[in-house]
Structures are given as C-alpha cells and as structure tokens.
C-alpha cells in the first residue's frame, strides 16, 4: 500500500515536470506574451509620451522582436537623427531590455525625475536615438529598462547589459 501511494505522489509531481522543460527550450524566436487588455495605467503612459517616441502596442499574437516594434520607420529616422539643440548630459547607465510589451521609443531610469525628452548613446558603437526619459525609483547608480525599438535603434543586444549615455534634449 505504502508503494502505490509514493508512486502515486511521483506520478502526480512528476507530470507537472513538461512545463519546467518549455522554460529550458531554445526556440529559435522566443514567445512574450502580450496581455490583451492593458491596465489603466499602461495606457496612460504611452498617451503621455511624446509623438516622436511614441507608438501602438504590438498586437496581441506578436512573437518576434519585429512585430512588437510599432514604431514607423519615419519615427526611426528621426529618432536617429542627430541632436539639433545642445543636450545636458545625465550620465552613465548600463541597460537591459524592458516590457517588449510596452510601444515606442523610451527609457526608465533613476538618472531622471520627471518624464522629459533625451537621447540615449550606445558607448560601444556611438549610436544614439532620442527618447523618452522616463522616471524609475532607486539610486543614480542603479541600472535602466530600455525599450526594444530603442535598445534596436542604438544596436544593442536584446539579451546582453549595455553602457548608454543619458543626455537631455534641448
């Protein structure tokens, strides 16, 4: 009796193993999930953003780093665009992908306090791209979230840590 029981709780814990394996998998193109229904709160940030940075969210079945990019191509070049007004530098940050979820050109980070426009410089190969500046709670010297358009724009990895420069625009 004892047997059956202990095999029965193997069997049981043993069955819900299949899911482990999907975290371990190596897709060739890994599936984020895009929520349907966006809070309140997501909403009104990407209202507030400026238009230039701005974008859509992805649609819903959205799995690769290309169809979660809803910026324009006109937005693209102008974000690349270089400086046309000096910019007041904010420091160094080091940047990892944020919410791939979340539209448009932008960055969260404690070099900020309240949101502003700004452009943010790749210190590995010099690209930059104007961005949103978002506020985000901690220490000067904590790390930032970076979007994907604009971690793609200044031709960062989407899986590695990045250096950036921080400047405000204008």
């Known amino acids: 009796m004892k047997k059956i029981v202990v095999s029965g709780v193997l069997v049981a814990l043993l ?3 299949s899911t482990v394996g999907g ?3 190596k897709d060739p193109a890994p599936a984020v999930e895009a929520d349907a229904a966006l809070p309140p709160a997501a909403e009104v ?3 507030a953003l400026a238009p230039a940075t701005a974008a859509p969210p992805p649609p819903t079945a959205a799995r690769t780093a290309d169809a979660l990019d809803t910026t324009t191509p006109e937005q693209r ?3 690349v665009a270089p400086a046309q007004s000096p910019s007041k530098n904010l420091g160094k940050t080091v940047v990892s992908l944020g919410s791939p979820t979340e539209p448009g050109l932008w ?4 070099l900020v ?3 502003s426009q700004g452009r943010v410089t790749n210190l590995a190969n010099g690209k930059s791209s104007l961005v949103t500046l978002l506020p985000l ?3 000067a010297t904590a790390g930032s979230r970076m979007s994907l358009p ?3 724009l200044i031709g960062a990895s989407l899986t590695d840590l990045t250096e950036v420069e921080v400047a405000l625009e204008g």
């Open 77 to 79: 070049a102008a974000a």
């Open 137 to 139: 709670d901690g220490p």
């Open 45 to 47: 940030e990407t209202a």
């Open 113 to 115: 306090k309240t949101e």
């Open 107 to 110: 960055v969260k980070t404690p």
């Open 15 to 17: 069955s819900g193993c």
């Open 150 to 152: 604009a971690l793609r």
């Open 23 to 25: 975290f371990l998998r």
